[in-house]
Structure formats: structure tokens, C-alpha cells
């Protein structure tokens, strides 16, 4: 399947989503992060973007995947500009395609963009200069293709790359979540063997997937799972009434030690942060040995490096 | 005429202004723009200002401006230092000339500065220790001198060097304008043949300026002219019942394509952005072949650029 | 006294406080910081934190001391994060320590942290992961070593490295001082001659220091001094009733001409800033010849060069 996120040429020009990206290209960027995961810590020696300005475009706060993107892009030796929106022209009425438009002409031609609205990246990608390239750093309830990206290669780097034979589960608020949606899509397109969604029922998400099973409770998706996702509640939801009560919640849905023992015993754990511990996961879970969290993190880092390396390789002046 | 932004030898130690600045040294700042246009997009393989610290200090909100004194600061090779004022010990009841020289002590000798007093950028640089070198990135409505000289390397870029031959419309909120300002010193220095200003009566300014044509209605001062400099419409000039209803603004001073063919065929149409579309400007002259908008951006850029390394190469160690 | 901020093998892992530091410390740490203070003004040629991350993680507003240890840690060579927390997940309810094993995730092992809480920073120290390194830039009124080390510096400097022939006042607010008791905490390390303390009644601190003489009123404190620092008024002290009023303050505690006239002729003054002129200390004091206030924080990049340096040198990959 076409995305608009590709160039005439069939090359990648935006990451905007993992929907339709396919394997291979998915695969591709693995690889490369994971070539670069030992320099995700420091510094690479050729600096592949030096002279090269990345600009973080948050529409909405995210202190930790901005300075991820940071740290990514500075490790590649880039400049990054971060453009505070909540102090800038924004305000006095510039429309974001104004925006980006200014800043391309500044001479930035990498953009790293988090909106809240499902498509206001979609529409800046469409609307950018040809030699630009935007990542989506969430949008909305509908894409983080990188955390995506850093879910399936913290999946791979601990079970292999046979997906198929992997049984994962996503438990939580599915319904609001950019970071369920990207991660279904890659896990489809690697052609995970079994992927199981769980929420409650007012959390649950009006799409369905082909072959992604339902669960209604939180111990018939983790039976057996390889992987277990936990998704961060927004405590936003119980104003909106779609939760009764935090104690309620983690009564019901918490991950706690005994709901983590009906998962294979070598079954690892992820979320994608910040976590609200004693809410959606338990401290013993959280910071436990099956636990995986803190390696998502730093393989966030590398995906990033390997995605802007990508992209600005396609613009190199 | 001798400004106070001159040193004892005569050269430029702090841009302050346009005004007084003369010809030769404006035309200096254009070429040494010009050369470096090609690089304001990239880092310059010399760097200039190598170890050096730019400090931008912004007392009053621009991401825009601010990025552009970023890109150029950094592209010389120089640091930068983004001072926070909003959330600095200038909350705490220091002066500025104390955060001025305590800045000065940690070894910053470049500072932009921006301010909602008129006074206030010449204050600090008078108070200013030897060394240091000050930029005014606008200060009140009196002076935007990297604005108004992008706007002439515009012009020059466009036009040629023969200001005399041109005629200049300038449309719009004149009276608040420190960009308007800037452009007619500026002009005037370079000898433009003919200079409109044309803005409703309450936001025509106090001054006048010898040889600088009053128009009172849009229409008058856009007949054959070259060149035409549009102004935004600040929204809070309707709260202070300066501006009847945005609508009646457009109406009588909107920039329309039909009113832009009363202009020059060959006519540029600039703007210091961001843009009310729809208030001064139609989408259709912003996004038009003879709107240079987004030149003006690189320009600037390019102009700070040479601004930037003339001072910094005055006090190289 | 072996304090947690030392590693196994008793070298110094952490700057948390000068309390318990030692002598012999101090002062290598001192002639390091005399030793970068040429080059505390630009970027050293040699940069041994090239590569490096260090994060500025401030619970708690201060562009002041920010900007220092941002300069002082780019001057080195290192990237720095200002991981800024007013728009974090902090606000996600995420703990200070998730925080932190998030940003050791990314690859960063230099923090330097400020919090209101006098605990907070020894907390996140003793979480943190073993290659990791904190710098105290500030903890509610504990400590403020960094502070404590270029106050010493600037006396040195000025009087010698015989500390035993001194007799340094401390004036002002010394209950909420974390800069106070970082003061004291260092120059009896480095065995002052005579240390006194003035402070109103409610501003005096409840500890007491073994040879730290208590003073009721300025006069006695400042007789023959040859050091006197005056601290900064917090002006909510009036609001707590801590003090009747700014002028009256002032009036019995304000640093002037005539009351410095007490100490030694040859007496510095020193702050350690933002000052409130006019309630602490007069202009004719803080700009006059007996200041060093600037030359403190020149000192202040110095220093903080110094002990990251220190730091990144211990775990150096």
C-alpha cells in the first residue's frame, strides 16, 4: 500500500505513520537502529547530519520524546532548534503552515512534529517544501511511529525476529492511544502470531483489525502472552467519566506480579511511559526483572538516529 | 551623523538602529549579507565564531526572530545561550543591567536583545562593558535594524542597487511600526526615489520624515509602486478602539490582488510576518508570484549573519 | 568524615555538599577551577566532555545558575539537555527518580539538578545508576556547594590561601541560605580565622556551627572584617512576617558605604546574587571598588568547569 509518506521515487520522505509502511522498510529501519545502538550513548565519530538543523515542532508537551529527538539528532552531529510554540507566533494567529514555511526558509528541512489533533501532521507533510521531511512524534490518537519502531525493536532484540511465533498483549486505554495504534500496525506488518488488545469496554477503540483479538478482561490477554504492553491511563479519563475511579481501574486492570505470572514465564514487559505506578502497573512489575521499560528508552534514542539519518541522507545538499 | 552605536575609531560596535547609520556602512552589511546568503542555509565551513557565546535575551515573546538569531549564531560555529527572561532573576527584581553584566562576567560578549521599551536596547548598550557588542532585535516601536536591512536586501535582490529609481509603499499599523521605521531610515539612506507611508489617521505616526509622501488611502500610495511593504495589524489595536472591526480593516487596507494591480506589474510584495491573512493581507497576494515573503525570511538569516561576524570579528580575541 | 557523594574508592562521585568534603578536596578542587579560570571565558581547546550529556534538571526557576553550568559544560566541550520541568511528565505525576533512570536511558550521566526540597538531590543520588554523577545546584536551604566552592575561589583570590588569618561575615537571611551554609561549611573546612553570622532574630539559623560566632546587629559583624557577604532578602520573608518591612530591613541590615566603613579597609564584598539594591546592600557598595561581586561569577563558570570535568573524568568511557 501507497502512503503519502513516500516520494515518487518510492524512497521514504516522512515518517507518519507505521500504517502501510510495510515490512521490508520496517525491517530496514530496525536494522539501522539497531547498528547504531551502541553510539545511542554518545556521540557517532562521522556526523551524517553536521551542519544540519533538526527542528522539534511540539504542539503539545513531551519533554521526554523531545529530548530524545534532541539527543538523536545531536549525536548524528546536527543543530536542533526548539521551536517553542507555546511562546510564538502560534499564538498570534500564524497558521502551522506559515509556521513551517518560515522556518524552511531559515534553511531547516527536518522537522520533528507532535500535534494534538489526528492529522495536523498529516496536513504539514503535505503541505511542506519538497526537500522537506517531517517524523510524526505523535499526533493525536493516531500515530508515534517511533515509538513503534523502538516497541518492535526492544520485541526483537529480547525474542528474536521470528514475530510470528510471538502471542503480545496491549492492555490498557487502547481507545486513546497513538502508541496501541503504531504498534498494531508494526506488529501486523512483521506478522506477529497473536495480538491481543484489552480494555475496558469504554476504552476499547471503534476500529477493528484483521485477526487482533479482544479481550474484555485483563488475564485472558496476558494468558501465555511473550510480551506484555502496558499503556499509561490518562488521569484526564476519569473527568471524562470513561474511568470510575483510579482504585477501580487498578483493581481491575492493574499489572501486578500474580496477573504477570499467567504470561510465559520469560515474558518480557513494556510501556511506553511516563507510567503511573500503582495505577496501570506495579512497582514490583515495573522495576522488576522482566521488565524492558528503561531499554525502550534507550532504544528510543537509536530508532530516532536512524530515522533522521535516513531522511537527511535523502536531502543531503 | 554620529550615533552612539559607533566606537571611538568609528566603527559599528553595537547595531542599534538604522537611523544615522549612512549609506556606506548599510551597503557594507547588504554585500557582506549577500556573500553569505548561500551559507545561510548551512553551516559555513569557517567558523568564525568558534568558541564564542551568542546570548539572546528576549524580554518580549518571538520564536520567529529568535530562531533566525539561533540559525545564524550557530551557523558561524558560535554557542547559544537562550536566556529565559520569563522565568530569570529579571522576575526577581533584578535590573537589566545587572543580568546584562553578569552575563557579561560568565563570558558572553554578543547579545540580542529585544524589548517592549523603546529605550531599553540602547540603555544596556550604554551600559554595556568594552567588549561587549549589543543588537537590537526591535525594541518598542523604535528601531528593527536587521528587519529593515533584510527588507532592503530584498530590495536590492529584486530591484537592483538604484534605489533612486524606485518608488516604496509601506501599508499598514505605521504608528506602532518599529519595523516602518527601520525600513525608512534605511531607504532614505540608500536615496529611494519616492517613499509612501499610508495607514487609517490614528495609525499614522507622530513623525515625519522629509520626502516621505502621507497617503491616506491604500489605493493612492500603491499606484506604480515597485515596491510594497504590507504591516501587520496588531489585534489588540481593535481593544484599544484604533481599529473599528477587523472586517472594516480589510475593507479599507487589506492587500487584495485587485488593489496590487494599481502597484507596478513587476511590483514585490513584502511583509515582516507573521501574517493576519485576511486582515492585511489576501492569501492570494501572500502566496502570489510577486510576494517575496519567504526571501525575506532567508534574507534575514543572512543578515544576521553579517551582523554577527562584523561584531564578533571587532573584539576576536 | 566519609559523606555519600564519595565512591567506593573514595573518590567523588557526587557534589551534593561542602559538609564533610574535606580540606584537601576543596582545595584541588579550587586549583583545578584557578587553573580553567582563563578559559572559563571561552571554550577550551582540549574538550573532554566532547560527546558527553549533561542534563540541567531544575525543579526550580534559575536562569542565573543555569546559564553558568550551561556555559561551563559547552565550554568543555559537552552537549547540555535543559530538561525543562515546568512542561514535563513531572506534571505527569512521573517521580523524580523515573525521571532520572529515563534520562541515564538516553545515555546522560552528568545531571545537574536544583530542587526546593533541601533532600530531593541526595535522593535522586543515592537512586542513581552507578556510572551517573549530580551536581547540587541548590536544594531548599541545605546546600549549594557549587556556590560555596567560587565564594571561596573569589576569597582566595583576593586574600591569600591563609583562611586562618581571615575574618569573613555572613549577613542577611542566613535561615533559608542554602548558599549561607555551603559557605560556612567550606571556610571552616579551610579553617577560617573568625566566621560570624548577622542575621534578624527570625532569620537566624536554628543549627549551630562550633567557633561560628552569632552576631544580633550588622555593626558587630562587619568590625574589621576582611570578607563580608551579604545575602539576598527573599522578598516573600515579608509576606511569611519574617520581616516588618523592605525599608525597615534596610534601615538595620541594609550593606552601605558607612557601615562597610567598619571592616577592614582593604574588606571585599560579595554577593552571591540577583541583589536587591536598596533593600541588602546599596549601589555604592555593590559597584564600588571593594566588589568582587562580578569576579564571583566569572569564578562561577570556573568552578562548575572544574567539577564536571572532575566528574565526567571518573567515568570517562
Known amino acids: 500500500m501507497e502512503t503519502p509518506q513516500l516520494d515518487a521515487a518510492g524512497d521514504l520522505r516522512h515518517l507518519l505513520t507505521l500504517d502501510g509502511l510495510g515490512r521490508e522498510r520496517i525491517t530496514t529501519l530496525l536494522d539501522a537502529a539497531q547498528a547504531l545502538r551502541p553510539h545511542a550513548l554518545g556521540r557517532v565519530a562521522a556526523q551524517p547530519l553536521a551542519g544540519r538543523t533538526v527542528v522539534n515542532l511540539f504542539f503539545e508537551n513531551s519533554t521526554r520524546t523531545r529530548s530524545s529527538f534532541h539527543l538523536a539528532a545531536r549525536r548524528l552531529g546536527a543543530d536542533v532548534l526548539d521551536f517553542d510554540v507555546g511562546s510564538s507566533s502560534a499564538r498570534k494567529g500564524e497558521s502551522l503552515i506559515d509556521t513551517l514555511r518560515n522556518l524552511e526558509a531559515m534553511g531547516a528541512d ?22 522537506t521531511s517531517i517524523v510524526n512524534a505523535g499526533d493525536g490518537r493516531n500515530a508515534h511511529p517511533t515509538q513503534g519502531l523502538l516497541d518492535l525493536l526492544t520485541i526483537r532484540q529480547h525474542k528474536g525476529s521470528d514475530f510470528g511465533a510471538l502471542t503480545v498483549a496491549i492492555v490498557g486505554d487502547i481507545a486513546h492511544s497513538r502508541v496501541a495504534r503504531s504498534d498494531i500496525h508494526g506488529l501486523r506488518a512483521l506478522g506477529v502470531g497473536t ?31 511473550d510480551v506484555v504492553i502496558a499503556l499509561r ?25 500474580p496477573r504477570l505470572r499467567l504470561a510465559r514465564p520469560d515474558a518480557i514487559v513494556m510501556h511506553p511511559g511516563p507510567m503511573n505506578r500503582g495505577v496501570e502497573i506495579d512497582d514490583a512489575v515495573a522495576d522488576g526483572a522482566q521488565s524492558v521499560i528503561l531499554a525502550q528508552v534507550a532504544n528510543g534514542v537509536a530508532v530516532r538516529m536512524a530515522i533522521l539519518a535516513q531522511l537527511a541522507n535523502r536531502t543531503a545538499p
Request: charged letters at 25%.
Open 110 to 131: 527536518l522537522f520533528v512534529v507532535r500535534h494534538s489533533e489526528s492529522a495536523a501532521v498529516a496536513a504539514l507533510a503535505a503541505a511542506a517544501a519538497p526537500a
Open 195 to 225: 495480538l491481543r488488545i484489552a480494555a475496558p469496554a469504554n476504552l476499547l477503540p471503534a476500529e477493528r483489525w484483521p485477526g487482533v483479538e479482544i479481550c474484555h478482561d485483563v488475564d485472558s490477554a496476558l494468558r501465555d502472552a
Open 233 to 257: 491511563l490518562q488521569r484526564e479519563r476519569m473527568e471524562e467519566g470513561l474511568v470510575d475511579s483510579l482504585d477501580g481501574y487498578w483493581r481491575d486492570w492493574g499489572l501486578t506480579p
